[in-house]
């Protein structure tokens, strides 16, 4: 019944859209300077009116129709009025309207006006923005639409561009049909308030998400199949905003829903059961049917076997293996990711499982609550083992998470075993955390977590065979990065580089009672990162933002290169309160060093 009162809720916000665009044409069909009648003008190789596309839209009068016929336009287009522009198609090679990036760093087509108007494309093949962007956010998209522009786009293929396909922003509406999105680094982005609307579409074999939404957009998806898409199929990555549409067929995805998306988006491979456990693979042989077919708060056991990953978690269940070294879940090949845990999904618990193979994550959490992960190998994945951001009352035990972090495909350094982000609440409890590239756990805005009785070993920039300057501020043991008043109590740090605990403009926090000190495997060249602080149990007093309050007691700090506890500048002792062997950090960043 709410999923029926949603849909009509939104039903209706569609046809405030539609209403919004009627009106706009209603405006445009009066009659304007220079405009009483509406033109037609055509563009080809000879013969025609222009031999330009942006020659044609420059002499066109609001209304005007353009027809562009076969061939290759090598142009960045640039409409700012109400104009139709009509190609040849797009399904016959050589017959084909192509409409191909000139200037590097822009769009093929940039529709933007702070005022209200319509554009109509049809029968186009918008590809090759390359480089990176000119201006932020003019970026090599396939095409851009922002401000109060409304545009439709259909029987069009937009592919092969550098960054988005589609990229829909402000207050602009976007109705696409019949399309193909295909090969950019993002299908289509939809971001602020902007509102779109895709039927019968066909997003694939893009590098990373098919359909990405953040802000308050509204996103209306039917009859549109995403397919092959390296990350996610959809991705949401706020709450504020809402998307739409029953049953798209989705598989081959990194995941096909990943953060906020809801799960009616996504026709199921199986239809959900009533039965409350089910084997793998005596019941399903595939993973995806059999967490399909569970019912919600049901058991998967999967016996000993591979078995490939890129899987979306959408309901509560319990997803148990034999054991990590009998049972492996693997990411498909050249897939983004390996497990999608989706914020409709409470009471999730994953134990006894090897999860590897992403070539970013191993397990992504975003926007969950009340998860647990037990027991399990999280290895061998690109960027970050775990992932979780917005995410509260997740309790991560008893695992090891080894050998992740090799790349970090936002800034080209390396990655981390576990990184939190904007997560609260959380509980990691008697994890070994070791090898991974370039820290073994890193806190960012996140509050309130507790980290005890794990064993954090040889986490370092590179692996410890050489430091990366660029990922230095972040790496090490345990790093802290504004993040404020949670509790790291109990823990084992041996040979994390360059700093074994890192408190960056991080407040509040409870540091006891841990130990830190050098790898037992000797192999490491320790350096110090000039300017910020030592390896070992260190805190960031860095001017400008705030570090204060920290609690740091009776921890143990044994053979560090150039001290235990060092505040950002060395030369100054760090007015540090010894009580029984606890230290205290009562000033503010600005007042220390």
């Known amino acids: 019944m709410r999923l029926k009162l949603r849909w009509k809720a939104w039903r209706g916000l569609l046809l405030l859209a539609v209403l919004l665009l009627s009106s706009v044409s209603l405006v445009q069909s009066q009659p304007q300077p220079g405009a009483a009648h509406a033109h037609t003008w055509t563009v080809c190789s000879e013969g025609c009116d222009y031999t330009s596309i942006q020659a044609a839209i420059d002499a066109a009068a609001p209304g005007d129709t353009i027809q562009v016929g076969p061939g290759e336009y090598k142009e960045n287009l640039m409409i700012k009025k109400s104009i139709t522009l009509v190609g040849a198609g797009r399904e016959e090679e050589g017959k084909e309207t192509v409409i191909e990036a000139l200037k590097e760093g822009y769009p093929v087509i940039r529709i933007a006006s702070e005022e209200p108007i319509e554009v109509h494309l049809k029968g186009l093949v918008i590809t090759g923005a390359f480089g990176w962007c000119a201006d932020w956010p003019v970026c090599p998209n396939g095409l851009m639409a922002q401000g109060r522009a409304r545009v439709t786009l259909e029987d069009s293929r937009v592919s092969?561009?550098?960054?988005?396909?589609?990229?829909?922003?402000?207050?602009?509406?976007l109705m696409l049909r019949n399309a193909e999105i295909s090969d950019n680094a993002v299908g289509v982005w939809v971001g602020d308030s902007a509102m779109v609307s895709l039927t019968s579409a066909r997003i694939s074999g893009n590098r990373y998400?098919?359909?990405?939404?953040?802000?308050?957009?509204?996103?209306?998806?039917?009859?549109?199949?995403?397919?092959?898409?390296?990350?996610?199929?959809?991705?949401v990555g706020s709450k504020e905003a809402r998307v739409e549409g029953l049953s798209n067929e989705m598989r081959g995805n990194g995941a096909d829903l990943c953060g906020y998306a809801p799960a009616h988006l996504r026709k199921p491979l199986v239809p959900q059961t009533k039965l409350t456990e089910l084997s793998v693979p005596e019941d399903y042989a595939d993973l995806q049917e059999a967490i399909d077919a569970i019912a919600p708060g049901g058991t998967i056991i999967v016996k000993p076997g591979i078995y490939s990953g890129s899987l979306t978690i959408w309901k509560p269940l319990i997803l148990q293996g034999l054991g990590p070294e009998q049972t492996t879940i693997e990411a498909l090949p050249e897939r983004q990711l390996v497990i999608s845990v989706i914020s409709e999904a409470p009471r999730v618990r994953i134990t006894g499982l090897t999860v590897t193979g992403g070539e970013e994550i191993g397990l992504l959490l975003w926007g969950t609550h009340d998860v647990s992960l037990k027991g399990n190998k999280v290895t061998g994945n690109g960027w970050v083992g775990l992932y979780?951001?917005?995410?509260?009352?997740?309790?991560?035990?008893?695992?090891?998470?080894?050998?992740?972090g090799y790349i970090n495909p936002w800034t080209g350094g390396w990655g981390w075993g576990v990184y939190l982000n904007r997560a609260h609440g959380n509980h990691l409890i008697g994890n070994t955390v070791k090898w991974n590239g370039g820290g073994g756990i890193f806190l960012r805005d996140s509050r309130q977590n507790h980290i005890a009785q794990n064993t954090l070993e040889d986490n370092a920039p590179g692996h410890g065979d050489m430091v990366d300057t660029p990922s230095i501020a972040t790496s090490g043991g345990i790093v802290l990065l504004r993040s404020d008043a949670n509790?790291?109590?109990?823990?084992?740090?041996?040979?994390?580089?360059?700093?074994?605990?890192?408190l960056r403009f991080s407040s509040l926090n409870h540091v006891v009672g841990n130990w830190v000190g050098p790898s037992e495997r000797e192999i490491w060249t320790m350096q110090l990162y000039v300017g910020i602080v030592i390896k070992g149990l260190s805190y960031s007093t860095d001017p400008g933002p705030r570090a204060f309050g920290n609690a740091i007691g009776h921890n143990t700090v044994v053979r560090c290169d150039a001290g235990g506890i060092w505040p950002f500048n060395p030369a100054t002792p760090p007015p540090l309160q010894?009580?029984?062997?606890?230290?205290?950090?009562?000033?503010?960043?600005?007042?220390?060093?």
């Open 160 to 173: 092969g561009n550098w960054d988005a396909g589609l990229y829909v922003r402000g207050s602009a509406i």
């Open 209 to 235: 998400d098919g359909l990405v939404i953040w802000g308050g957009a509204k996103v209306e998806v039917r009859e549109s199949s995403f397919i092959d898409n390296k990350y996610c199929g959809v991705f």
């Open 388 to 404: 979780l951001r917005d995410s509260c009352d997740v309790t991560v035990e008893e695992n090891l998470i080894a050998d992740n």
């Open 487 to 502: 509790a790291i109590e109990g823990n084992v740090l041996r040979g994390n580089t360059p700093y074994g605990i890192q």
């Open 578 to 593: 010894r009580d029984e062997g606890q230290w205290n950090n009562r000033d503010r960043a600005h007042r220390l060093g």
